[in-house]
């Protein structure tokens, strides 16, 4: 069962590269999300996409752009990499992002490590 | 605003039990959950509770919520070796669409 895969699993970039992280699911869930992983802060949401078409805004999006390809695959892009955006990025979808059911859980892929120079 | 809030780092000694704080802010919240991050990998759902629940247990797991003081608990029983992670409480929020919002992490080590 692969769930939720995202790639690269590892990357270094110097300061101004850009890059494509890349997320599917194989779970035909409507909603994906991209969140940020700092130490002491959690996660942070970055962008999500409730539906196929449809991307919106998180708590931190300033430097990055999504890409809702399919309703499989959500990707995230830094343009201009910064020091700033060194951080673990986790891919994530769930069924829907309009309603909240006991069923409507989050599942994650397993983390892409970005290390920017 | 939006925030939830967990202690940083508990440890506890293999066999005792664990307990893992979390408060939140939003008092429309529905579900409340439980993830578990152990090194390198990504979230796992550990356990849910319903916002009209004060507790629910699952095996080893017990998790109370006091709606009042909106304060979430996780109770390891007999906690493990393996139990030795990073535990993330997280809220459901309702405005518009909705969101989850993530607490900051407690990492959990167990002391053989």
């Known amino acids: 069962n692969a769930g939720v895969t995202q790639t690269p699993k590892f990357q270094v970039l110097k300061t101004g590269q850009s ?3 890349q997320c599917a699911q194989d779970m035909n869930h409507n ?46 892009r830094l343009e201009s990499a910064a020091p700033s955006q060194t951080s673990v990025y986790f891919c994530a979808s769930s069924y829907s992002a309009q309603r909240f059911s006991s069923g409507n859980t989050i599942y994650f892929g397993e983390g892409s490590w970005l290390t920017v120079v | ?23 939140y802010t939003d008092s429309s919240s529905t579900y409340l959950y439980w993830y578990k991050q152990e090194p390198g990998a990504g979230l796992q ?8 629940m004060d507790m629910k247990q699952d095996q080893r797991l017990t998790v109370l919520l006091n709606k009042k003081d909106k304060h979430l608990s996780l109770r390891i029983a007999d906690t493990q070796t ?31």
């Open chain 1, 31 to 76: 909603s994906m999300y991209w969140y940020r992983q700092d130490p002491g802060m959690g996660l942070r949401l970055i962008y999500y996409s409730a539906s196929e078409g449809t991307t919106d805004k998180g708590e931190v999006p300033n430097g990055y752009n999504v890409s809702r390809l399919n309703k499989r695959e959500f990707s995230l």
């Open chain 2, 1 to 23: 605003g939006e925030d939830v809030e967990q202690s940083l780092f508990l440890s506890v000694r293999e066999g005792d039990s664990s307990v893992i704080n979390c408060t």
């Open chain 2, 45 to 52: 759902l550990l356990t849910y509770i319903f916002s009209n």
């Open chain 2, 82 to 112: 393996g139990d030795s992670a990073i535990y993330f409480c997280a809220e459901t929020v309702t405005s518009g669409t909705y969101k989850y919002i993530f607490g900051t992490g407690t990492r959990l080590k167990v002391l053989a």
């Open chain 1, 19 to 21: 890059m494509t992280l």
